[in-house]
Each structure stands twice: as structure tokens, then as C-alpha cells.
């Protein structure tokens, strides 16, 4: 389902002004999951929010999170890897991966 602009805009605000959880966004605004997750993973709560909420649930605090890693290339746009093999001069064979 496509969400407006101001739906998008609404659950960055959320995330930003009242610092809420993806869960609390997504109960609150009615939309998919996933589709908040993509809209927030530019806009992460703090770390030490995130570690006092847990506490405060009775959560271990110990948890590690990752580093944000430099964007690896989407399988779009990563080159095609050429799987043919030429045998002799004319004969071209297709090698569909396939190992023999």
C-alpha cells in the first residue's frame, strides 16, 4: 500500500520530536512495519535511549549494536557475472553455476 507524503512526514516527526519506538509509530499511524522501518533507518534513536527504555522493561542492556557500515551495492546494481566459458575457438558453452 503507497502512504501519502504527509504520513511519511508524520512518522519522521514522531521519531524525531517525540522520540518514539517503531512500534509505538506504527500502532499510532496504522501503517505497515516495514515500510516505518525503511521510512526511520535514516533516523535512529539514541543509543542511550534506546539502552534506559530496555532497563526500564527489565531488559538486559548489554546488548551490542551494530555499526552503521558503508552501503554495500544492492544485488541491482552489482554487475551481472558473465558465466560463460568459451571452449576452442567457436564453441561457446552456457555454465549456469552449476558445478560438475
Known amino acids: 500500500m503507497a502512504y501519502s507524503d504527509e504520513v511519511r512526514a508524520e512518522a519522521v516527526r514522531l521519531r524525531l520530536e517525540a522520540r518514539l519506538s517503531l512500534k509505538a ?15 526511520l533507518r535514516e533516523h535512529p534513536l539514541p543509543v542511550d535511549l534506546v ?10 542492556t548489554s546488548v551490542r549494536f551494530p555499526r552503521k557500515r558503508e552501503a554495500e551495492p544492492t544485488r541491482r546494481e ?16 552456457l555454465d549456469h553455476g552449476h558445478h560438475r
Open 51 to 60: 539502552k534506559e527504555r530496555m532497563a526500564a522493561n527489565g531488559r538486559a
Open 25 to 39: 509509530i506504527v500502532a499510532r499511524l496504522g501503517i505497515a512495519k516495514g515500510t516505518a522501518s525503511k521510512w
Open 78 to 93: 552489482t554487475p551481472a557475472v558473465d558465466h560463460r566459458r568459451r571452449q576452442g575457438p567457436d564453441v561457446l558453452v
